[in-house]
């Protein structure tokens, strides 16, 4: 085909090849496996994909759900005592929630160095899945998995650890910058601090691990100092900049306010909540503040989820219009508990149609449990069941079919 087919009529038909049979075609010959794997190819099928699935609406989710073998739940369709689940599954953003595949996930990590008994998503970015050891106990394995051509890379071990800083909370958050094609895996950790073994005070630093370069940076104080909350609350990765929920010391009062790190220059800023989640004007109960992507991928969308200690409770959600923009925020919905057992949803990301998918909460015997998988049409208010089979966790974020991985030799089969 060489022969007679001009260089740029082979590129252009290799562009519009799937995954599968690309990778395929890298075992054709020497000169395809080497354009198929060069960087420029790789971004340039990315960018393909992308704009077929917006011109066609056949945009994907990853849906991670988890159920430890230690937990047994009661019901009908619950799950097994003593046996773990873990499944990883792609899923058509469409109306019916259509199944793409099943993902078959092979951990280099041996069971003994294991933290946890399953990883967690930390995010996804152009194909990419990040994957943190840190569920439940604190966790030093991270990866960084490509599930279209099935490779994975492991990354090395953070330098801020227990045996480095004693006791701490870790939040982890995934991101591609731009300005240099590289991916970082960024840890914020929150541990105390003092002299003479007396630590009293509270002080958060940052590591950032680069694709590109293979290494975890030397660890540096965060600038400006906020205290984070929400442990395994989601990062969310919009305008070139990941976002965490955060407090801070403002006009002699503390503040909720949303930290975001800008992975090109690497440096934090702080952006505004909505007016009325800035202070605590709900102290008197459990406040939790959830962060995610606006359905167009453009901005922030947050979710306020409270009980009082009273039994009132209710979640929010809103969305800020232009991003950056304290005036944009706006509240799209409040939701009550509804149904029998009165359960309010947890909100855990935006469809490209608007909707919410939502985890309604469900007792059995006392036990609280998650089970039913929903979204919510926010026009209708109506939801649509799209599985009820019961686990402990849940994760669902978009997903982009790439190439990304194929080109660096560590990147191992999995």
């Given at each position: 085909m060489s022969d007679y087919l001009p260089q740029e009529v082979i590129t252009n038909i290799l562009l519009r090849l799937p995954i599968k049979s690309l990778v395929i075609c890298t075992s054709v010959c020497k000169s395809w496996m080497s354009m198929i794997k060069d960087s420029s190819f790789i971004g340039a099928h990315l960018s393909r994909t992308i704009d077929f699935n917006n011109h066609h609406g056949t945009h994907l989710l990853l849906l991670h759900r988890f159920s430890s073998k230690n937990c047994g739940i009661r019901g009908r369709n619950s799950s097994v005592p003593g046996v773990k689940e873990d499944v990883y599954s792609l899923h058509y953003d469409n109306s019916g929630f259509d199944d793409c595949c099943e993902i078959g996930f092979q951990s280099p990590i041996a069971d003994g160095d294991m933290y946890n008994e399953s990883f967690r998503v930390v995010g996804i970015c152009n194909g990419l899945v990040c994957l943190a050891d840190d569920l439940n106990h604190y966790g030093y394995n991270f990866l960084i998995w490509n599930p279209s051509i099935r490779k994975l890379v492991t990354?090395?071990?953070?330098?801020?650890?227990?045996?480095?800083?004693?006791?701490?909370?870790?939040?982890h958050g995934f991101a591609f910058d731009a300005m240099t094609n590289d991916y970082k895996v960024v840890r914020l950790v929150q541990y105390e601090y003092g002299c003479n073994n007396e630590k009293n005070e509270y002080q958060t630093s940052?590591?950032?691990?680069?694709?590109?370069?293979?290494?975890?940076?030397?660890?540096?104080?965060?600038?400006?100092?906020?205290?984070?909350?929400?442990?395994?609350?989601?990062?969310?990765?919009?305008?070139?900049?990941?976002?965490?929920?955060?407090?801070?010391?403002?006009?002699?009062?503390?503040?909720?306010?949303?930290?975001?790190f800008d992975v090109g220059s690497e440096l934090f800023r702080e952006i505004m909540m909505p007016k009325s989640l800035d202070r605590d004007s709900l102290r008197a109960g459990n406040l939790k503040l959830r962060l995610s992507v606006s359905g167009d991928g453009k901005s922030l969308a947050m979710s306020m989820r409270y009980k009082s200690y009273t039994n009132t409770s209710f979640l929010d959600v809103w969305v800020m219009k232009e991003y950056c923009l304290e005036e944009s925020w706006t509240k799209l919905i409040t939701l009550h508990p509804q149904g029998p057992q009165r359960s309010l949803p947890s909100a855990l990301c935006f469809r490209k149609s608007g909707e919410i998918v939502m985890?309604?909460?469900?007792?059995?015997?006392?036990?609280?449990?998650?089970?039913?998988?929903?979204?919510?049409?926010?026009?209708?208010?109506?939801?649509?069941?799209?599985?009820?089979?019961?686990?402990?966790?849940?994760?669902?974020?978009?997903?982009?079919?790439?190439?990304?991985?194929?080109?660096?030799?560590?990147?191992?089969?999995?």
């Open positions: 990354l090395p071990k953070p330098g801020l650890r227990f045996d480095t800083v004693g006791g701490y909370d870790a939040y940052v590591e950032v691990y680069s694709l590109a370069a293979g290494t975890w940076s030397n660890p540096r104080l965060v600038d400006p100092q906020f205290m984070l909350f929400g442990l395994q609350s989601p990062q969310a990765f919009v305008n070139g900049a990941l976002h965490w929920v955060a407090r801070g010391f403002r006009s002699s009062l503390f503040c909720n306010i949303i930290l975001a985890v309604h909460d469900h007792r059995y015997g006392g036990e609280e449990v998650k089970n039913e998988l929903v979204s919510l049409d926010l026009v209708s208010r109506q939801f649509k069941n799209l599985g009820s089979r019961r686990y402990q966790h849940y994760t669902i974020d978009p997903y982009e079919e790439s190439l990304v991985l194929l080109d660096r030799n560590e990147a191992v089969s999995c």
